[in-house]
């Protein structure tokens, strides 16, 4: 299986109150194009929206300037699944931006959407058994960027308790907490937890991968095999 022809579409707009700047990705069957498209037009309607209302508040004062950008998601296909994760950031007059995301999967054998618990053969605890293979690598990501050039042993127990029990609420076994996610040809499966998720919004977003060797034995064979 290959990637559709993907075609980007430039979508900017600049104001007084408003500065847009949008990469649409283009050239995917019909039903999904659809939910793409509708993700980019609800941020910028929404940023016009609030730019103009701002705009008709403000007599005397130079107005608010509402930021919306894109950068080119990522796309990737892993089998016959193929993957789709985008985000946009908004601010205002620079500050620091909000992230919105856009994920969908769906496989080109069938045109149908596929969701993170659909990969397992028991969806009742896909998200449990997500939870169990990641937090070893979460927890050692997040630690490392606690320390810095701290040595480990450094840490006091205050410390060590304090980035467990961060890391250990983000990855609560809920469908809200992996809703960023896709599978790579080298055989991972990557979790894309937003800033203040699993770890301080200072860190950023913060990308996990589990090798899917780790999952093989719950996953559903009907929707993807582990070679």
Do not use: C
Request: cysteine-free; charged content about 15%; proline content about 6%.
């Amino acid at each position: 299986y290959q990637l559709p022809s993907i075609a980007y579409e430039n979508d900017t707009a600049k104001a007084d109150s408003y500065q847009i700047s949008l990469v649409r990705p283009k050239g995917f069957p019909a039903a999904i194009q659809q939910k793409i498209d509708a993700f980019y037009d609800e941020a910028k309607n929404k940023t016009l929206t609030g730019a103009q209302a701002v705009t008709q508040a403000s007599i005397t004062q130079q107005p608010v300037v509402h930021m919306l950008a894109s950068q080119k998601p990522l796309i990737t296909n892993a089998g016959p699944l193929v993957f789709i994760l985008a985000s946009t950031v908004t601010s205002t007059d620079g500050t620091h931006g909000e992230i919105k995301y856009f994920q969908l999967a769906y496989s080109a054998a069938t045109g149908q959407e596929v969701t993170l618990d659909q990969l397992f053969a028991d969806s009742t605890t896909a998200y449990q058994s997500v939870a169990q293979a990641i937090a070893p690598y979460a927890l050692n990501k997040v630690a490392s960027q606690a320390l810095g050039s701290r040595d480990p042993k450094t840490l006091t127990e205050d410390e060590k308790k304090a980035i467990m029990d961060t890391v250990y609420k983000g990855l609560a076994p809920t469908a809200a907490n992996y809703q960023n996610w896709y599978m790579t040809t080298t055989g991972n499966l990557v979790i894309v937890f937003p800033p203040n998720q699993i770890a301080p919004s200072a860190f950023g977003e913060e990308v996990i991968a589990v090798p899917l060797s780790a999952l093989k034995d719950s996953l559903n064979p009907a929707i993807f095999k582990v070679q």
